[in-house]
């Protein structure tokens, strides 16, 4: 019994194909909006969305190094509510503690008086952990997320 085509949304634009079509649109789209596509289920059909951790991960392994700053730049032009640099800046402290990213330098800032800029690049053993990449909070706090998603 052949299965029904599913429908992927990425960034509003919907695409009704099978599995094996569905492989090649995510590596076409992936050269189109960049790093960090994932899969996930939505409420109707399944999705593809930009993964904040998953990204920071693709785009480590293409630069090797980076300050979070100049990552963020980049990656609100990916995704469409990026969020704050706040929100990104505790992604690279919990991409830290997890030891997913390292820190590996650093340099004075350009600015009088601003703090100096700190470089990070990737663990290589770890880069292959999909999950700790994708949801590195519920990895952390395993408890309390339970508690508040169950």
């Given amino acids: 019994m052949p299965r029904k085509p599913q429908t992927y949304i990425l960034k509003d634009v919907e695409r009704e194909t099978d599995a094996a079509a569905m492989k090649e649109y995510v590596r076409t789209m992936s050269k189109k909006i960049g790093l960090g596509l994932i899969e996930v289920p939505g409420r109707f059909r399944p999705r593809i969305m930009v993964s904040t951790g998953m990204w920071i991960r693709d785009y480590l392994r293409g630069t090797v190094e980076d300050y979070p700053y100049h990552m963020w730049m980049l990656f609100k032009?990916?995704?469409?509510?990026?969020?704050?640099?706040?929100?990104?800046?505790?992604?690279?402290?919990?991409?830290?503690?997890?030891?997913?990213?390292?820190?590996?330098?650093?340099?004075?800032?350009?600015?009088?008086?601003?703090?100096?800029?700190?470089?990070?690049?990737?663990?290589?053993?770890?880069?292959?952990?999909?999950?700790?990449?994708?949801?590195?909070?519920?990895?952390?706090?395993?408890?309390?997320?339970?508690?508040?998603?169950?």
């Fill in 77 to 150: 032009e990916t995704k469409r509510r990026p969020g704050s640099y706040q929100n990104f800046r505790n992604y690279i402290y919990w991409l830290l503690k997890l030891n997913l990213i390292k820190f590996v330098r650093e340099e004075p800032s350009r600015t009088p008086h601003f703090e100096p800029r700190r470089y990070y690049t990737y663990v290589p053993a770890n880069v292959e952990k999909v999950e700790l990449w994708r949801n590195p909070i519920r990895s952390l706090y395993a408890k309390s997320w339970e508690k508040h998603h169950s």
